[in-house]
């Protein structure tokens, strides 16, 4: 029987699982079957107020323990936050093939109409060079407003956890891209933390005629792209025995709450666990 290709996803908590939930819906229509590792690093998070070498160490040190527990096809850095600023000292550090989600701002550039475009990510993703460098080279003739958010990483850790959220919280953060004058106002924004796609339909209700761009799309087709290289040919999608590995570092949510969530981003059949990496 054929190996069913496995991807390691990380985040500082349950952000990544939006890109998850792109790469899942892709399976299906492939019919193709993967395992997904999933680690939320809750006690660590929120990543973007960590210092850059610590940063590097911890999640040198997630890859390595989550290599040897589960070998997988390859690594997805599901979090812009590490991305934008780790991702070529992780590729060099490890043989598995290494995926990263940075904010899409070059599709962004593409679809606005106006040449206004927002990016809603972490303080930390807005501030990067490499944030600066993509829209220099994909977005020079874009007025490009920039609003950093933990808040609204949060809400959507909230909303996972069956809590409910604050569309106030959520206005809040949107004010900035809001005008009085309607020709200031943007008509796309990228969002450039993965958390924030699970909150899409809560800020579609704050600012309907908004365009909303983020990564998922684009990561799936990559991770899907790389697999189909790799020699696993086609495994049938009803292989009862797939289970999802969902880890947590420091607490597990509510079992109940929590796979019912996952079931609905179409992470069917999960088990949690709890692991504590030093
Ligand atoms: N989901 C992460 C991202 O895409 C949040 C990072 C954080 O913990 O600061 O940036």
């Known amino acids: 029987m054929m190996k069913i290709p496995s991807i390691l996803v990380i985040d500082s908590g349950v952000g990544g699982l939006s890109i998850c939930q792109s790469i899942m819906s892709t399976s299906e229509k492939n019919e193709q079957n993967l395992q997904i590792i999933y680690f939320a690093d809750d006690a660590f998070s929120p990543y973007g107020l960590l210092e850059e070498l610590e940063l590097e160490k911890r999640l040198e040190s997630i890859v390595s323990a989550m290599l040897v527990l589960h070998q997988p096809d390859l690594v997805i850095l599901a979090c812009n936050t590490v991305s934008t600023l780790l991702l070529p000292q992780l590729r060099a550090q490890f043989d598995v093939p290494f995926v990263g989600v940075v904010p899409a ?48 990483v949060t809400q959507a850790e909230a909303l996972l956890a069956g809590e409910k959220i604050s569309l106030n919280v959520i206005e809040t953060v949107l004010e900035p891209f809001i005008s009085e004058d309607i020709a200031l106002e943007v008509d796309t924004i990228v969002l450039g933390c993965t958390h924030f796609p699970l909150l899409k339909q809560q800020l579609q209700e704050v600012l309907p005629n908004v365009s909303w761009v983020d990564s998922g799309e684009a990561i799936a087709k990559r991770v899907h792209d790389l697999l189909g290289q790799m020699s696993h040919g086609h495994t049938h999608s009803s292989d ?39």
């Open 105 to 152: 701002i070059k599709p962004a550039a593409k679809k606005t109409l106006t040449n206004r475009i927002g990016l809603l990510a972490t303080p930390a993703t807005v501030c990067r060079a490499y944030t600066d460098a993509l829209i220099s080279d994909y977005a020079a003739e874009c007025e490009v407003i920039r609003v950093g958010s933990n808040e609204l």
């Open 240 to 278: 009862a025995s797939l289970v999802h590995q969902i880890y947590f570092s420091e607490s597990l949510p509510d079992q109940f709450t929590f796979k019912s969530a996952l079931a609905e981003l179409g992470i069917k059949d999960s088990k949690l666990h709890l692991l504590n990496i030093s």
